[in-house]
């Protein structure tokens, strides 16, 4: 998924793309699954070829798909379409994919025996499956990928595959005589016995299969569809991390494993299964609507439990068995349920495996239906308290089989009576308070600050996330994405807008010499944007992943800020980098201000791999902007990012302003002067925008200088530049409980390290003028970093040197 998404975007259409791709894998597996055990015998062998399939694929996949930027770019028909997409993805993943899905209905041939021990051992199979699964989420996303990295993880993953392998080929011949046709023995020996309380006659005609397929496919459908609600909700608190989204998984299939684990002894001691199931399945409705009030109460049982554990992984810990504990009765009725229809649709156990295979080809189908229609038409429609509403409610479908023959009164009558309170309770019950959890994830790191109530004034549930704008005390709108802070805006005073977001946009205006289209990535509170028309510029190209961020921020810009009606700004939704991957155009600048560089999908935008994609893009002398966030930075991941900015850009610096950093690198020589951007700095549309920064001046823009590309190529030796397959900026920042102190203070050690080395970037002719207009406003407020001017100017014009001197001793 991660790599798939690096040339397939992170949309929610992309998303739901390569999933609906890699769960169709699973379900055509699980059909062949069914043919490949209708008369097999050697099953332990043909488990064995499986795996190795899974894992030769797995290890061939990791080149290809770091190498699809090209094959995506190249296709005729457009890379940027779902079809297309889904097609790509279908392709890579086809074999391990159907390999996979066949492994279950292949276990369940070899493990189950006969009909005496038919539920125990779906159900037992099906939790250790299940389990293992837990294993993987845990695994892959707290020690593989941070310690290995993706692709690491993958070949860690092939190794198991190999593991597998090995043993089963080893404990074939031992096993095969044993294995061999079990269902097939016992059916010659004896005459079936009774499954479930039934009848031999009843269970080879199974009267129960029809009811136990529409509740695997309730199931599946309800199980990937509440995972998609609870993941928008939970990782509102855990972040749209690394971590955060490896834990949801988790604990989501925890209670799974844990359910199908608890009911497994007692599946073949069942008098009424098919009543149980009609019941389990209200029960789960009943849990599910049970969650609206379960997780609108998730901020305070977060408040207590901080009060009783430090912050750390400790408290991560506590947070996630809370999340659990939240979500445990859904889930386990989830994991009860699937091997309690499993059990009823295999009927006596002849063909289980046939039957397993088909049951989970259903499921999962169901699965895929449920991602899709939670992402692209429940929640844009009627939110996730609607998902979860409407899920509920789903789980009545399959009393339709009880009514349609009601053979006892009082079970449907019973029956009857569980169906009206469950409506009751979807009418009469408090909705989900999506916008009250938004605000108290946005207290941790907005309210704290500004000691004043925080007022919601634009909610949306968005394709990509949850986008509002909240209001403090000092009437500043925050825009938010997960209850993230992304951008702060004063629309009442448009002169105090942040200075790193109009620096963003009027510094590729001024710094190059011709500057005629532009290309921004990523919207944010609309500063960078409006920055961008005060220069010449003819054509600015938006690309924005979240459509609902541009009318949160247009419903509260004032009609004054123009951008939103200039005729040259363009906005497209779409992933930024698979932009990049598709479209062959070219600018004069990039401008690039993602999210935060801990987020899973913005990280991507960090990589050396993204920066020499965006460098591919620019015109021969075009310039390339990006800003990078210091809040929550340590000094390890920033020099990171440095390092892979560096690499790819042969020609760069950056500057340092407050809590954040802007990269500005080129391919070419960068030849500051003092008449061009001075002259572009006074016109009227300039000075509207950096009144309130007091920038009049070139030597302005160069105040906040931080390193040349020769000082940080330098100083990032000692660590790997942030990749793809190694995102530091993911496994680093996200795992952090607050700001970095001692050794890894970033802003301490830009402070400490940087000497202003200003020479690379200036134009020859008037570099001393220039220096010493720069040491002239150090003296007045960092003398120590005129002396670092000073020794530059020294070497070019003693004369301008002896002023500059004199201004520092004064």
């Known amino acids: 998924m991660r790599l798939l998404g690096l040339s397939m975007g992170s949309t929610s259409a992309s998303v739901a793309t390569v999933l609906a791709a890699f769960f169709l894998g699973l379900a055509g597996g699980g059909l062949w699954g069914a043919r490949l055990t209708r008369d097999r015998t050697r099953t ?8 190795a399939l899974i894992g030769l694929a797995g290890l061939a996949s990791v080149p290809l798909l770091l190498q699809l930027d090209a094959v995506v770019g190249a296709l005729p028909f457009g890379g940027g379409a779902l ?10 993943l086809a074999l391990p994919t159907i390999c996979m899905g066949a492994t279950l209905p292949v276990a369940a041939a070899i493990t189950i025996r006969g009909p005496h021990d038919l539920g125990r051992r779906i159900g037992g199979l099906y939790s250790l499956n299940t389990a293992g699964a837990v294993g993987g989420a845990i695994l892959a996303g707290f020690v593989l990928i941070p310690s290995v990295g993706l692709d690491g993880a993958a070949y860690a993953a092939a190794a198991i595959n190999a593991l597998i392998v090995v043993i089963a080929w080893r404990a074939r011949g031992r096993s ?14 004896t005459p079936p016995r009774s499954v479930n309380g039934a009848s031999p006659e009843a269970a080879d005609g199974n009267p129960h299969r029809a009811l136990a397929l529409a509740a695997l496919a309730v199931t599946g459908f309800c199980a990937i569809a509440a995972e998609v609600g609870w993941t928008k909700v939970l990782s509102i608190h855990t972040g749209s991390t690394l971590y955060g989204f490896a834990a949801i998984l988790a604990l989501f299939l925890t209670g799974m494993a844990a359910g199908s684990w608890m009911i497994r002894s007692r599946l073949d001691r069942l008098s009424s299964p098919a009543i149980l199931l009609m019941f389990g399945l209200l029960v789960l409705g009943a849990t599910l609507l049970a969650s609206r009030t379960t997780l609108s109460s998730y901020p305070a049982w977060a408040a207590a439990l901080s009060g009783v554990l430090p912050a750390g992984w400790s408290h991560k810990v506590g947070d996630y068995a809370m999340m659990l504990a939240l979500l445990g009765p859904s889930t386990l009725l989830f994991g009860a349920l699937f091997p309690l229809s499993l059990t009823l649709a295999c009927g006596a156990a002849r063909g289980v495996g046939p039957e397993t295979g088909r049951a989970l080809a259903l499921n999962t189908m169901a699965g895929i239906a449920g991602s899709l229609v939670a992402g692209f038409v429940l929640i844009p429609h009627v939110g ?3 998902l979860l509403v409407t899920l509920g409610l789903a789980t009545v479908l399959p009393a339709v089989w009880l009514f349609r023959r009601p053979r006892r009164p009082r079970t449907t009558a019973a029956l009857a009576l569980f169906i009206a309170a469950l409506v009751a309770t979807a009418a009469l019950q408090p909705p989900l308070n999506l916008a009250g959890l938004v605000r108290s994830a946005a207290s941790h790191n907005i309210g704290t600050r500004n000691a004043g109530p925080l007022e919601t004034v634009y909610f949306e549930e968005g394709l990509a996330g949850v986008i509002s704008v909240i209001r403090d005390k000092h009437d500043m709108y925050w825009l938010l994405t997960n209850g993230m802070a992304e951008a702060s805006i004063n629309p009442s005073d448009l002169a105090s807008r942040a200075p790193t977001e109009t620096l963003l946009g009027v510094l590729p205006a001024l710094l190059h010499p011709d500057p005629r289209t532009a290309l921004l990535i990523g919207l944010g509170g609309g500063t960078t944007a ?7 510029f003819e054509s600015i190209r938006v690309v924005e992943l979240e459509p609902a961020v541009l009318r949160a921020v247009s419903s509260i810009m004032p009609p004054g800020d123009s951008w939103l009606t200039d005729e040259r700004v363009e906005i497209v939704f779409n992933d930024a980098r698979n932009t990049l991957v598709i479209e062959d155009r070219r600018y004069d600048t990039i401008v690039s201000q993602p999210s935060h ?13 993204f920066f020499a994609l965006a ?10 902007v990006s800003w990078v966030n210091l809040f929550s930075m340590d000094v390890t991941t920033l020099k990171s990012i440095l390092r892979a900015f560096s690499l790819e850009f042969p020609h760069g610096f950056s500057l340092a302003v407050n809590w954040n950093m802007i990269l500005i690198g080129s391919n070419g020589p960068l030849r500051i002067g003092t008449q061009p951007a001075t002259e572009r700095l006074a016109t009227e549309a300039m000075t509207r925008r950096l009144q309130h920064m007091d920038i009049r001046h070139t030597a302005d823009l160069l105040l906040p200088f931080a390193f040349s590309r020769r000082e940080a190529l330098r100083l990032t030796r000692d660590v790997p530049p942030n990749s793809d397959t190694r995102i530091l900026s993911e496994v680093r920042l996200a795992a952090l409980s607050g700001q970095p102190s001692g050794e890894q203070d970033v802003r301490a050690y830009i402070k400490e390290v940087r000497t202003n080395d200003l020479l690379p970037i200036l134009d020859p002719a008037t570099a001393a003028e220039l220096l010493l207009a720069v040491g002239e406003r150090y003296a007045q407020v960092e003398p120590h970093r005129a002396v670092s001017v000073l020794r530059q100017l020294e070497a070019l014009d003693p004369e301008r040197a002896r002023v500059l001197a004199e201004r520092i001793r004064r």
């Open 44 to 51: 332990l062998g043909t488990l064995a070829v499986l795996e």
């Open 83 to 92: 079809p297309t997409k889904f097609v790509v993805t279908m392709v890579l």
């Open 176 to 189: 095969d005589a044993d294995v061999a046709s079990p269902v097939t023995a016992h059916e010659d020996a």
């Open 384 to 386: 996730t308290d609607g």
């Open 530 to 536: 409006g920055a961008l028309t005060a220069g010449a």
């Open 597 to 609: 560089p801990w987020l899973a999908g913005a990280g991507n935008l960090f990589t050396q791999e």
């Open 615 to 624: 460098n591919r893009r620019l015109q021969p002398d075009g310039l390339f």
